[in-house]
């Protein structure tokens, strides 16, 4: 599709998609850009039975509104097209009308992260890029290295050497060249920009190429196609840097310019106690552009940011969707994953089951209503950090094998015999 402008989300200016690879020249890091496109054009080229009949499951199926060329190559591996579960004893559990459970796990590296990565692989092939770079807490740079080894593109990675081994498995089986940053995410990623301007390598960074967001919408409009294209009131979805909130307020808001939907739901955003700078700029009504960089610490790795890279994006999407920003403990993002997995039969890492814990505490706070219709996005699946679930799961039961010794157990949980 033909990009009619990138617009600095701080000062407004415009810019040539040729002009400006990353952020405003003017407002620096913060000034991140919009990928606008012409919605007239756009009505007038394609509709949503269009869409409907595609044959493609994959986010791929949704390319006509994406910044790519018809003809383009994409990755091969199956990114997107992930399910939608409705799941009635989660809704009944956290004492609301309905909640929908979008998989992100899914995907081929097992996070929603695989949206973004597929298509700036896919753009980096198209401009005949050789070499891909990016900073990540783990999960940006296992898709990325995914998403290049099906291309066979060069990745090289820098991620906190305390990333999950999970993560750092994935990076190294895939292929990439993994630096292992002895420092924070925030440190990795003044890194990964330093290299790719100096190497000339395409750079994946959250937050600071415009792309990302652009293949994470993707997630929006599988929800409203999944759906019918009726709005469920809310979406919750955990913030870290707060590129995904910002892709799935843009996925939406790019159906809704195509009159593709009526209305935009109420987005919550969740962050970590540890990790919380867009929820503070949002309840305190600061600037989020001129925002310090806090310290933080969670066990949600995937939602740890010093600085949200896409704050104003972040911040904008929650403001004018009428949404909220809610911020939940260590213990509550940890105690959610069995929870989630028990009533859904949904396994996510830390920064997913946020998203559950954050329809808990919006609930206590009166964010949402008990006759509220929400989706949660699982945005990564549980087998990412296994040491986390590990906390919480509970324990198996040692016996010999000897069914006199399960007998004990029978007996001890009170588990029914059927005979
Ligand atoms: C990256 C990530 C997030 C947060 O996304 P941001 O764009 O950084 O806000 C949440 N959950 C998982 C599993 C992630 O990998
Ligand atoms: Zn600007």
């Not at 000339?200 to 994470?216: A, F």
């Not at 310090?292 to 939602?303: F, K, L, M, R, Y």
Request: one cysteine or more; a neutral charge; hydrophobic letters at 45%.
């Amino acid at each position: 599709m033909i990009i009619a402008e990138l617009r600095c989300v701080v000062c407004g200016r415009s810019y040539r998609p040729d002009e400006v690879a990353y952020t405003c020249p003017v407002c620096g890091q913060a000034g991140t850009l919009d990928v606008c496109y012409d919605y007239d054009a756009l009505r007038r080229m394609v509709a949503r039975e269009d869409i409907e009949r595609s044959p493609d499951r994959s986010m791929w199926r949704y390319r006509a509104l994406m910044p790519l060329a018809s003809e383009a190559a994409v990755p091969p591996l199956t990114v997107g097209g992930t399910p939608l579960y409705d799941a009635p004893r989660v809704a009944s559990a956290l004492g609301l009308a309905q909640v929908w459970v979008k998989d992100d796990g899914r995907n081929p590296t097992g996070s929603l992260k695989d949206r973004a990565s597929a298509l700036i692989v896919a753009r980096a092939m198209a401009e005949g890029i050789r070499v891909v770079t990016t900073a990540s807490t783990g999960n940006a740079a296992a898709a990325l290295a995914g998403l290049a080894a099906s291309v066979g593109l060069p990745a090289v990675i820098f991620v906190p050497e305390t990333a999950p081994e999970a993560k750092i498995a994935q990076l190294l089986t895939y292929g990439a060249t993994v630096l292992l940053v002895k420092g924070n995410y925030d440190r990795a990623f003044d890194l990964a920009v330093a290299a790719a301007e100096r190497y000339g390598w395409y750079n994946r960074n959250t937050g600071m190429n415009p792309y990302t967001l652009e293949g994470k919408k993707t997630v929006a409009f599988e929800i409203a196609e999944q759906l019918g294209w009726r709005m469920p009131d809310a979406v919750v979805v955990s913030v870290g840097d707060g590129n995904i909130i910002s892709g799935v307020h843009k996925g939406f808001r790019d159906l809704h310019a195509l009159g593709w939907i009526d209305r935009i739901p109420r987005l919550i955003g969740v962050q970590a106690d540890g990790s919380a700078a867009c929820y503070q700029a949002w309840k305190t009504g600061a600037d989020p552009a001129t925002m310090e960089p806090i310290n933080a610490q969670t066990v949600a790795d995937s939602i740890a940011a010093d600085l949200p890279r896409d704050r104003v994006k972040a911040v904008r999407a929650v403001r004018e969707t009428n949404g909220a920003f809610v911020s939940v403990s260590d213990e509550a993002i940890l105690a959610a994953i069995p929870r989630l997995a028990r009533e859904s039969g949904v396994f996510a890492e830390p920064a997913a089951s946020a998203a559950y814990a954050g329809a808990q505490a919006a609930l206590a706070e009166g964010v949402l209503s008990a006759s509220d219709r929400i989706v949660l996005i699982v945005t990564g699946s549980g087998l990412k950090d296994i040491r986390s679930a590990m906390r919480v799961a509970g324990s198996g039961h040692p016996v010999a094998p000897d069914i006199e010794e399960v007998e004990q157990v029978r007996q001890a949980l009170g588990l029914p015999s059927l005979r």
